[in-house]
């Protein structure tokens, strides 16, 4: 069983041939992405039949069993995709030595996952087969750097450290957006020479950001980030319903997390909440740097904004709170 990042696997696969592959993480552009350069490999080998199946209440090991004893003359070699839905990870990885038996050399098995934990890991490991595990999380601090650095090398630019720190700090946890802007400034590239100026514009005119990312940088203190970000979730119209909500959120398990504190690790881990493992470390990060009567204010201010949405639906008016709101934690 061999392990590999999202972004380190590319060298690897074409030299030590394996035919099954665990796609796993919170990542779906990179899971997507790490799809895309499998199935090249597969069809450089012939494995040009494809099915995707999806692992649902509709699920049976028939549907596999049936397309792998398809009979084509020209066609042995298949490639199966394996869509595991959140609710039903349990029940194809307790059932993984059945799907096991119903492989052969001509089967290529991609199994695509939003997580893979330790119970997951001995299940396989049991079965003896030979796979590989592609990590897909999110990529973040030093690993969301060198994944800059890797892809950076993908588009053959020359950019220094300071540009990629710059593009660390606006687009950590959106990876899609940050392929997006890469290739953007690869195309002007080729017309303009680039530096720190220059590449600071692009970034400002191109961002595509998350109301989770305003909320955080609201918390973190972070006034510039987040009155930026709230210029462009405005330019992109967002409802300010959708914005007060996040932050709304973020503060009810900020206020979870300060009352049972010998249990944040599992509050953490409780699905209830869609709290993935680049929101964890934010978590971690700003528990104790919030006291409950900053949270008190933000959330007063909150119910005032909520309240003006709905009796004024002065749309100005709004916006201008969100951006006052967006300064209350400035450090």
């Not at 590999?4 to 060298?11: A, E, G, L, N, P």
């Not at 003896?128 to 892809?151: A, F, H, R, V």
């Not at 909320?215 to 210029?231: A, D, M, P, V, W």
């Not at 201008?320 to 300064?327: A, E, F, G, N, W």
């Amino acid at each position: 069983m061999n392990f590999f990042y999202s972004d380190k696997y590319k060298k690897y696969i074409p030299n030590k041939f394996c035919n099954n592959y665990i796609i796993y993480g919170n990542d779906i552009f990179l899971k997507e992405d790490s799809i895309i350069n499998i199935l090249k490999l597969a069809n450089k080998l012939n494995f040009n039949n494809t099915i995707r199946i999806m692992v649902d209440n509709n699920f049976t090991f028939e549907i596999i069993s049936n397309f792998i004893k398809e009979n084509d003359l020209f066609i042995k070699k298949k490639t199966i995709i394996l869509t595991v839905i959140k609710q039903y990870h349990k029940i194809l990885f307790k059932n993984i030595s059945k799907l096991i038996t119903l492989l052969n050399k001509n089967i290529f098995l991609i199994i695509k996952s939003d997580k893979f934990d330790k119970k997951d890991f001995f299940l396989i490991k049991k079965t003896k087969i030979q796979i590989n595990l592609i990590n897909c999380n999110t990529p973040t601090g030093i690993q969301l750097y060198k994944w800059i650095e890797k892809k950076i090398e993908e588009f053959k630019l020359n950019l220094n450290c300071k540009i990629i720190k710059l593009l660390c700090y606006y687009y950590e946890g959106n990876v899609l957006a940050l392929n997006q802007i890469l290739k953007i400034i690869s195309i002007i590239s080729l017309t303009k020479s680039l530096n720190l100026s220059n590449i600071k514009k692009i970034i400002f005119d191109q961002a595509i950001f998350h109301p989770s990312q305003w909320s955080e940088s609201i918390l973190y203190g972070n006034c510039t980030r987040s009155i930026h970000i709230l210029k462009q979730l405005f330019k992109n119209k967002y409802n300010p319903i959708t914005l007060i909500r996040f932050l709304q959120n973020d503060l009810l398990i900020l206020i979870i997390i300060k009352r049972y504190k010998q249990n944040i690790k599992k509050i953490l881990s409780i699905n209830s909440y869609y709290i993935y493992n680049i929101r964890k470390l934010f978590f971690n990060k700003i528990k104790n740097s919030l006291d409950n009567k900053k949270i008190y204010l933000i959330l007063k201010f909150l119910i005032k904004i909520e309240l003006m949405i709905h009796k004024e639906n002065n749309e100005k008016i709004i916006w201008l709170h969100l951006k006052i709101l967006s300064t209350f934690l400035n450090k």
